[in-house]
C-alpha cells in the first residue's frame, strides 16, 4: 500500500529491472485525472459562455466595456500558466499544485455564483470581478500541470501507446464538457427565473462551481495511486536567469563574441546557452500570433453581441445568443480529422501548405476572411437598429389606452396634435430640445375627464412616453435600444389599471395593476393576455422586439400592439459561416503553431515554448482590451473591418518573416544558428 504521508507522497523509480519484458497494466489514476478534466472544463466554459451577457444585463455594463472585462478576464486566464508552471516545477510539485490552485478555482465560482444573487447583498460588480479573478488564477495555475500530471502516470517508453490512448482521452474530456456546458448553462440562465428576475444567473453560475468542487474531489480521490514526482526546477526561471546574466556580462565586457548570449557560457553552459538560441529563433516568430488571439477570443464576446441582435428561432427552438457559441467545439471535433486525413494531403498532392508555417499563414488569412464576414453580418444588423434619441434631440410618444379621441399641444415644443385615435399613439423621433426643463403638455378629450395640464421634466437625448388611466395621466422615460439578451421587452398600458398576465404554454409574466414599466419577456411567441376580469387577448412579441401593448374594454377595439423596436430579422444561422471560418483557421493556425514549436524546441526547451504560445493568447486579448478602451469606433462593422486590416498586415509580416526561417531538427539543432 502506497503511503500518503505529504513527506512520502513523492515516487521513486522502481527497482525493477524486467520491466521492459512485462505488459504494464493501464494506470488507473488517469480516470481520477480525466474526470477531473471533464469537470473543470465544465466548469470554466459554462461559465464563460454567459459571462459577457451577466455583464451586460446584470452588472450594466456597456457592451465595449463588458468587452474590456471579459477579455481582461481571458488574459489573465493565460498569464498565470507561466506563474503555475514556475510554481509547479520549482516548489509544490504537481499534484500540489492542482490541488491547492483548484481550492482557489473553486471559491472564485462560488463567490461569482453568490455575488450574482442579489438577495445575498454582495456588492455584485466588486465581488464578480474578485469572483472572475479567482477563476482567472485557478484555472491558469492548473492548466500546464493537468495534462503534464496525467502523463507523468506513465513509464517511457514502454506505454507509449497507452500514453497517446491518455491523450485522446483527455483531449475528448475537453471538448465533451466545453460543449455540454457551453449548451446547458445559457438554458439555465435564461429558462429558470430566480430572486423575482427573468433570469437566474445564480443557478447558471453555481453548476460550474458544484463541478469545480467535484473536480477537486475526485482529484484528491486519486491520491493514493498516482505517481507524484518530485519538482525538478522549471525551465523558465532558469531560462530568465541565463538571459538576465547574458545581458548583464554583455554591457559590462568589452569582449566581441559572435552572439549576446555567448556572454553566459562561462557559467550556463555551452548546452543551455545554445538551446536558448535556438529558442530564441523560434520565439521571434511568436511576435506577430498575438493579433490572431484577438480575433479568435471574440466570439465569446463581439460575435455573442452579433448574436443577441439576431433571430435565433428555428422552429422547433430558439437558439440562445450564447448557445452559438457551442458551434466551434462541434467543428473541431469535425475539422480535426478531416484536416488531418483530406484536406491536407489533398493540398499536398498540388504541392501546397506542405510546411507548419505555410499552414499558419492561410490560418491567419482565414481569421481575416472571418472578420470580413462578421463585419459584413454586422452592417445587416445595424441597418436592422432602432433610431436613438441624439444630443440635441428627444424622442417623445403619445399613447391613447381610452375608447376617445384624444388632442395635445406642448406650445413650448411647437406641438399641435389635433387627434390621437382610441388606441392610437403619436410618435416623433426628432423634436430638438436642448438641456433639461419641465414643459408643459395640455390634453383635452370630449367623453373623458382629465386634467388639463401636466408637466413633463424633458432632457435632451432621451426618450419619453406619455399615457393615462381611468386615474389619470403619467410619463416615463422610454427605452428604445435593443435589449440586452435579444428577448422581448413589453410596456403594458390598461386604461382600467388591472392586473394583466402573459402566458404562452409554461411561460407567464404578470403585470401588477399601474405597473408600466417596461419588463422582459422569457420567450418569443403569441401569448395570451390575461386580464383580472376573466377576459383574454392575443398578441405576438418577437426576439428583440420592443412593444407597448394598449388595453381597454371597448367592445370594437379592445387591444392594440405597438412595435417600438423592430424585432430581429436577421437570422442567426448567417452567423454560421464566420464560425466555419475561424475554426478552420483555428487548425490550421492554433494545433499546427503547438505542432511547431514542438518539433522546433530544443528537448530542454519545450516546456518554456509551450508555455510563451499560450502567452500570445493572452497578449492577443491584451490587443482587444486596448482597442476597446479606445473606443475608435461607434460602430460594431467598423471594429470587425479594423480587426480584419490588423491581421492582414500581421500576416503579411508573418509571411516574410516565415520565408526567412530555416528549420531544424534534432541532428542539426546546435549546428543551423
Request: charged letters at 15%; hydrophobic letters at 45%; aromatic letters at 12%.
Amino acid at each position: 500500500m502506497k503511503s500518503t504521508d505529504p513527506e512520502e507522497i513523492f515516487d521513486k523509480e522502481s527497482p525493477d529491472d524486467n520491466r521492459e519484458t512485462k505488459k504494464l497494466p493501464y494506470p488507473k489514476s488517469v480516470f481520477f485525472i480525466v474526470s477531473n478534466e471533464f469537470c473543470e472544463r465544465f466548469s470554466y466554459y459554462g461559465m464563460r459562455t454567459i459571462l459577457v451577457i451577466y455583464l451586460t444585463n446584470i452588472l450594466l455594463y456597456s457592451e465595449a466595456d463588458a468587452k474590456i472585462v471579459y477579455h481582461t478576464f481571458t488574459m489573465f486566464v493565460y498569464f498565470f500558466p507561466v506563474l503555475g508552471a514556475i510554481l509547479s516545477d520549482s516548489y509544490l510539485g504537481k499534484f500540489n499544485t492542482i490541488l491547492y490552485v483548484s481550492m482557489i478555482y473553486a471559491a472564485g465560482s462560488i463567490l461569482l455564483a453568490l455575488a450574482s444573487a442579489e438577495p445575498v447583498g454582495l456588492p455584485q460588480n466588486e465581488f464578480s470581478i474578485v469572483g472572475l479573478l479567482l477563476i482567472a488564477i485557478g484555472t491558469g495555475g492548473i492548466k500546464p500541470c493537468v495534462s503534464a500530471f496525467g502523463g507523468d502516470q506513465f513509464i517511457l517508453p514502454q506505454q507509449e501507446m497507452q500514453l497517446a490512448l491518455f491523450f485522446s482521452l483527455f483531449y475528448f474530456s475537453i471538448n465533451a464538457g466545453s460543449l455540454i456546458s457551453t449548451f446547458l448553462t445559457p438554458v439555465l440562465r435564461n429558462d429558470v427565473h430566480c430572486f423575482g428576475q427573468d433570469s437566474c444567473f445564480p443557478l447558471a453560475f453555481a453548476v460550474p462551481g458544484v463541478l469545480m468542487i467535484m473536480s477537486i474531489v475526485i482529484f484528491a480521490c486519486g491520491k493514493p495511486i498516482y505517481k507524484v514526482k518530485r519538482p525538478e526546477g522549471n525551465v523558465v526561471v532558469k531560462v530568465a536567469k541565463c538571459i538576465t546574466y547574458a545581458v548583464r556580462n554583455k554591457i559590462s565586457s568589452n569582449e566581441k563574441k559572435d552572439h549576446w548570449m555567448d556572454y553566459a557560457e562561462d557559467k550556463y553552459g555551452v548546452k543551455l546557452v545554445d538551446d536558448i538560441k535556438a529558442t530564441l529563433h523560434v520565439l521571434v516568430l511568436y511576435l506577430p500570433l498575438p493579433i490572431f488571439w484577438a480575433l479568435y477570443d471574440q466570439q465569446g464576446s463581439g460575435w455573442t453581441f452579433q448574436a443577441v441582435r439576431m433571430n435565433g428561432d428555428i422552429g422547433f427552438y430558439t437558439i440562445l445568443p450564447d448557445q452559438v457559441q457551442v458551434v466551434n467545439p462541434l467543428l473541431i471535433l469535425a475539422f480535426i480529422p478531416l484536416f488531418t486525413y483530406s484536406i491536407y494531403p489533398m493540398l499536398a498532392r498540388c504541392g501546397l501548405l506542405k510546411t507548419s508555417l505555410q499552414r499558419m499563414t492561410c490560418g491567419g488569412f482565414l481569421a481575416a476572411v472571418a472578420f470580413a464576414v462578421s463585419a459584413v453580418v454586422s452592417i445587416a444588423l445595424e441597418s436592422t437598429y432602432p433610431v436613438l434619441p441624439s444630443p440635441g434631440n428627444i424622442q417623445l410618444r403619445i399613447y391613447n389606452p381610452s375608447a376617445c379621441d384624444l388632442s395635445v399641444d406642448a406650445p413650448e415644443l411647437n406641438l399641435s396634435i389635433s387627434k390621437v385615435a382610441p388606441l392610437g399613439y403619436y410618435e416623433n423621433k426628432y423634436i430638438d430640445f436642448q438641456g433639461s426643463k419641465n414643459v408643459s403638455f395640455l390634453l383635452k378629450s370630449d367623453c373623458l375627464t382629465l386634467a388639463k395640464e401636466m408637466e413633463v421634466p424633458l432632457e435632451e437625448q432621451n426618450a419619453f412616453g406619455i399615457s393615462f388611466t381611468k386615474d389619470g395621466h403619467f410619463w416615463y422615460k422610454d427605452s428604445v435600444a435593443k435589449s440586452e439578451d435579444g428577448y422581448p421587452k413589453v410596456r403594458t398600458l390598461d386604461y382600467m389599471n388591472r392586473a394583466i398576465t402573459y402566458k404562452m404554454d409554461s411561460n407567464s409574466l404578470t403585470v401588477d395593476a399601474g405597473n408600466h414599466s417596461l419588463k422582459s419577456v422569457p420567450r418569443p411567441g403569441t401569448y395570451t393576455i390575461e386580464k383580472s376580469d376573466d377576459t383574454s387577448l392575443m398578441v405576438d412579441l418577437k426576439l428583440g422586439g420592443t412593444y407597448t401593448v394598449m388595453i381597454n374594454d371597448d367592445s370594437t377595439a379592445r387591444i392594440s400592439s405597438i412595435t417600438i423596436t423592430e424585432p430581429n430579422s436577421v437570422h442567426i444561422l448567417w452567423l454560421l459561416p464566420q464560425y466555419f471560418i475561424i475554426t478552420a483557421a483555428e487548425i490550421m493556425f492554433s494545433i499546427t503553431g503547438l505542432e511547431f514549436s514542438y518539433s522546433q524546441a530544443p528537448s530542454t526547451m519545450k516546456s518554456l515554448l509551450q508555455a510563451c504560445f499560450l502567452l500570445t493568447t493572452a497578449f492577443g486579448n491584451l490587443i482587444i482590451v486596448i482597442i476597446e478602451s479606445a473606443k475608435i469606433f461607434e460602430k460594431q462593422s467598423n471594429d470587425f473591418f479594423l480587426y480584419t486590416g490588423l491581421m492582414v498586415a500581421d500576416m503579411l509580416i508573418f509571411t516574410y518573416m516565415a520565408m526567412k526561417y530555416k528549420y531544424v531538427t534534432l541532428n542539426n539543432m546546435q549546428t543551423t544558428f
